[in-house]
């Protein structure tokens, strides 16, 4: 079977840190691509999606990753991440673009011939007003990525096929921006008339047309013929199933789902594999996906950084690493940004930095000196978790229970539904609380803003530090790769000595489908490359 290098009971990536973890994907991806005729035209795919249907079909206002498997497919953006040679960008409406040389003024030019599912030309106009929606929404709209766009100070538009962004300050990394996928782009015809229309009509300029949404049972979405790109899409539609796990791991035994895009559980990519053989391949590469230990710094006694680093330091991440990838999908031990990327950190810094040490008996000792030396005994915390009896957040919170209590701890597991959980986390009543991120690109200036002081950004701990959001612009500042690695461990180190929000695991990305869909490529993100643009069905 081709691939089944990786589904036997011990993966041969290490637990650690995983260099070169693409390149090992894409290889193994490679007999699939190989084998590889010219893209055949028709047909229509069919793929589950494990989640519940959407809570808005507005792409600005919603995280949920359904948005993105089942919209990106109608919209198109400025730009989109080029997912065969990720984490490079693409043109999607901009044709050409330009940067000046201090990265305050981005230049696209559009392609001429894009419409809207509706007939109606798209123009410069549109691109203003999505992109001011998005960074000032009007009353009663809810943008949640405003942040990404902050430093837009205005749009100009010349002509119809000419936009200009002029910048606050230098920012190279808004380029991502301009391609994350929830930045939908919309008629601003539309908008002026409703503008909360995206939440409950869906019309874009993306290659298919949306068709139906039936809840709780399926997504349709058909070719669009007037699509700018020449020859595509090559199917002729798709549909999504909402489906729950158990059932959508038996679908995809019997061959009557081609594909999850998001990925599986070891276990039930073992099931697939066993009824489908090589019918179906599979891709692993480190998620950019991660699971967060986070302290309330407002609570005693959490306020105190040897109480946090203490917790901190009775983790054994190496051991969680052997023993969780067992079980769940968290599997590589990193910091704060994924393992493999080219800026996170190897596993010579790793070690050094508190928590990562290979000697648990000594970081033990040393944190319950820490809890001494705070005046800190008989410690009885709460952990926040997600009431998610699936991988990875139960396993995750037994694993941390037992891991406290070697240093004298006692935790009360706390499982609350999403939305209790969710306002827990806002109103600053939790001890502890597993959190969670998740980015649709490998980029220190996403991954790490969610951790400066806490009237910068929405970071749950809860703490004001200027250092870290000093170290954080001195990463950004940062032009050479090796002075910005370096720049990224300072910031690191101050981080894991304060212990406000520490890493745990980050998480594997298993993605198995069938062997007749074609043109899909694997990347770190579940969030990225779902337009279906260049996806096409191979015969039985």
């Known amino acids: ?52 249907d959407p809570p808005t079909y507005d792409c600005h206002s919603s995280p949920v990753f359904s948005i993105i498997h089942l919209l ?35 230049t696209f030019k559009l392609h001429p011939n894009v419409v809207f599912h509706d007939g109606s030309p798209l123009t410069s106009e549109d691109v203003k007003v999505t992109y001011d929606r998005i960074r000032n929404p009007p009353p009663g709209v809810t943008s949640v990525r405003q942040g990404l766009v902050t430093d837009i100070d205005r749009i100009d538009t010349p002509d119809k096929l000419t936009v200009v962004f002029h910048l606050k300050q230098s920012n190279r990394a808004i380029l991502y921006a301009f391609a994350n996928p929830f ?49 595509l899409p090559y199917l002729d539609g798709y549909q999504a199933l909402f489906l729950p796990g158990p059932t959508l791991v038996t679908r995809m035994q019997s061959g009557q789902v081609l594909a999850d895009f998001r990925g599986l559980s070891p276990s039930e990519r073992d099931r697939v594999v066993d009824s489908q053989g090589d019918k179906v391949s ?167 803003a969610r951790y400066l002081s806490v009237d910068l950004s929405s970071n749950r701990a809860r703490y004001t530090d200027r250092e870290v959001d000093k170290l954080f612009e001195k990463q950004r500042d940062a032009a050479d790769p090796a002075a910005r690695y370096a720049a990224v461990r300072e910031l690191e180190t101050r981080l894991m000595n304060q212990a406000y929000i520490v890493p745990f695991l980050w998480w594997d990305r298993i993605v198995v489908m069938s062997k007749r869909v074609r043109g899909w490529h694997m990347t770190p993100s579940h969030l990225i490359g779902q337009d279906l643009e260049q996806v096409w069905l191979a015969p039985n």
């Open 72 to 106: 990106t497919t109608h919209y198109s953006n400025l730009l989109k991440v080029d997912t065969a040679h990720y984490p490079a960008v693409t043109g999607d409406v901009a044709e050409s673009w330009t940067v000046s040389p201090d990265a305050k003024t981005y």
């Open 1 to 52: 079977m081709a691939l089944r290098c990786l589904h036997g009971k011990k993966s041969p990536v290490s637990t650690g840190i995983v260099a070169g973890a693409f390149a090992l994907a894409v290889a193994l991806t490679a007999p699939v691509a190989a084998a590889a005729d010219e893209p055949i035209r028709g047909g229509t795919l069919v793929f589950g999606i494990h989640a519940g």
């Open 282 to 448: 599979v891709q692993e590469m480190p998620w950019l996906n991660t699971l967060l230990v986070t302290f309330n710094s407002q609570k005693k006694p959490f306020d105190d950084p040897r109480v946090r680093r203490a917790l901190s330091l009775a983790i054994d991440r190496w051991t969680a690493a052997e023993a969780l990838q067992k079980v769940s999908i968290l599997h590589f031990v990193g910091g704060f940004l994924r393992p493999g990327y080219a800026l996170a950190a190897r596993e010579e810094d790793l070690i050094k930095l508190p928590g990562y040490s290979k000697n648990i008996a000594a970081s033990r000792e040393e944190a319950r000196k820490l809890l001494r030396d705070a005046g800190v005994s008989g410690l009885k915390i709460k952990l926040l978790n997600r009431a998610a009896p699936t991988d990875p957040f139960l396993n995750a919170g037994v694993f941390l229970i037992d891991q406290w209590r070697q240093i004298g701890v006692e935790t009360e597991h706390q499982q609350a539904n999403d939305a209790t959980y969710n306002a827990t986390m806002n109103d600053g009543t939790f001890d502890v609380a597993l959190d969670f991120q998740g980015d649709s690109i490998d980029e220190p200036d996403y991954q790490l």
């Open 183 to 231: 930045n939908c782009l919309y008629s601003a015809a539309k908008l002026k008339s409703d503008p909360d229309y995206p939440a409950h009509k869906v019309m874009g300029t993306g290659p298919f047309r949306f068709v139906e949404h039936v809840n709780g049972s399926y997504w349709k979405g058909e070719r669009f013929a007037q699509y700018f790109r020449p020859g």
